[in-house]
C-alpha cells in the first residue's frame, strides 16, 4: 500500500491531469499526497513590488499548490503542500527520500512554455528517482486498472518493474500481459544472431517472466505474447490492441542478447503513451503497491 505519494505540479494542463491520477489513487489507499511546487532557481524570478522584493515563482506556486490543495481537501484525501526553490528535478528526488515518498505522480510533459518544462523534469526525475514514477500523458479514465503490461527484456530493471506490475495486478485483479519484442529495426539488432534464434531466446526470457510472475502473485492471470519491430512502436500497438489500463517498464538496461536499450525504449514510451506509465529502477524495493 502507498502511505506517500508525490505529485509535483507547475500549474499546467498535463501537471492537473497528474493530479487528479494521484488525488484518485491516493483515495482509494488512504494514501497522504505531497503537492509540490519547485521553484526554478534557475530563473530570473525577483521583481520589485511596490517598494519590496519578491519572489514571482513562489508567489505563483503557493497559488498552483493552495488550488491542488483545496482539491484534496475536497475528496478528502489527507495532504500536505510545498513550494521549494532549486532545480526542478533534484528538488524532486531529494523531497522523495526526505519524505519516504513511495510514488511519484508527473505529467508527462508540460502544456505551457512560459513555466519551467516539466516534461523534460520527468525524465529527469524518471531517470534519477528511487521510486517508481507514474507519469500521465493525456486526459482519460482515472485509476482502473484491469489489463496491465509489462514489456521485459529479460534485464535486472526489467525484474524489478516485474515486482511492481505483479502487485498492482495482483491487487486490482488485473490481467497481467508480460511481453518482449524482438528489435528488427536494425538499431538493436544482433546480426550474429539468427531470426529464430531471437524469437527463441525472447520466448523463453518472456516464459521464465510469466513463470515468475505467477509465482509471485497467487491467482494473477497471465499473458505472454513475442512481438516483432520497433520496440517502442508495437508496445504502442499492444496497448491500443489489448485495451491496457496501464504500462509498467524498467527505466534502463539490456536484456541477454543486447536486443534493445530498455531505457530509451521506455522514454519513448512515456512520451506516446496514451496510458499512464510506471516507470521502475533497478533496486526500487522500498514500493509496498496497492494501486
Given amino acids: 500500500m502507498y502511505d506517500r505519494i508525490l505529485v509535483p505540479t507547475d500549474g499546467s494542463e498535463t501537471a492537473d491531469l497528474a493530479v487528479d491520477h494521484a488525488l484518485e489513487v491516493a483515495s482509494r489507499h488512504d494514501a497522504e499526497c505531497h503537492v509540490l511546487y519547485v521553484a526554478d532557481t534557475n530563473e530570473p524570478s525577483l521583481v520589485r513590488i511596490e517598494g519590496s522584493v519578491r519572489d514571482v515563482l513562489e508567489s505563483e506556486g503557493e497559488e498552483i499548490v493552495t488550488a491542488a490543495v483545496e482539491r ?8 500536505r503542500d510545498d513550494v521549494v526553490q532549486g532545480h526542478p528535478a533534484e528538488a524532486i528526488c531529494e523531497y522523495a527520500t526526505a519524505y519516504e515518498i513511495d510514488l511519484v505522480v508527473m505529467g508527462a510533459h508540460s502544456g505551457d512554455p512560459g513555466q519551467h518544462r516539466l516534461g523534460s523534469v ?3 526525475v524518471i531517470r534519477s528517482a528511487d521510486v517508481p514514477v507514474l507519469t500521465v500523458r493525456e486526459p482519460g479514465a482515472l485509476p482502473s486498472y484491469e489489463t496491465v503490461l509489462l514489456p521485459t527484456d529479460g534485464s535486472d530493471v526489467a525484474a524489478s518493474a516485474l515486482e ?57 492471470d497471465v499473458v505472454t505474447a513475442v512481438e516483432r519491430g520497433s520496440p517502442w512502436r508495437e508496445i504502442g500497438t499492444y496497448v491500443d490492441d489489448h485495451d491496457v489500463d496501464l504500462v509498467v517498464m524498467g527505466t534502463h538496461g539490456r536484456g541477454g542478447i543486447e536486443r534493445y536499450l530498455l531505457g530509451s525504449v521506455t522514454e519513448k514510451v512515456v512520451r506516446t503513451s496514451p496510458v499512464p506509465v510506471v516507470t521502475v529502477r533497478s533496486g526500487d524495493r522500498n514500493l509496498e503497491s496497492d494501486q
Fill in 72 to 79: 484534496a481537501r475536497e475528496r478528502g484525501v489527507s495532504v
Fill in 122 to 124: 520527468t525524465e529527469q
Fill in 164 to 220: 511492481v506490475a505483479v502487485e498492482v495486478a495482483d491487487r486490482n485483479d488485473a490481467t497481467l500481459h508480460v511481453v518482449s519484442v524482438v528489435d528488427t529495426t536494425g538499431i538493436g539488432f544482433d546480426v550474429l544472431t539468427s531470426p529464430a534464434e531471437a524469437i527463441e531466446a525472447t520466448r523463453t526470457v518472456v516464459d521464465d517472466a510469466a513463470e515468475r510472475a505467477r509465482e509471485e502473485g497467487e491467482g494473477v
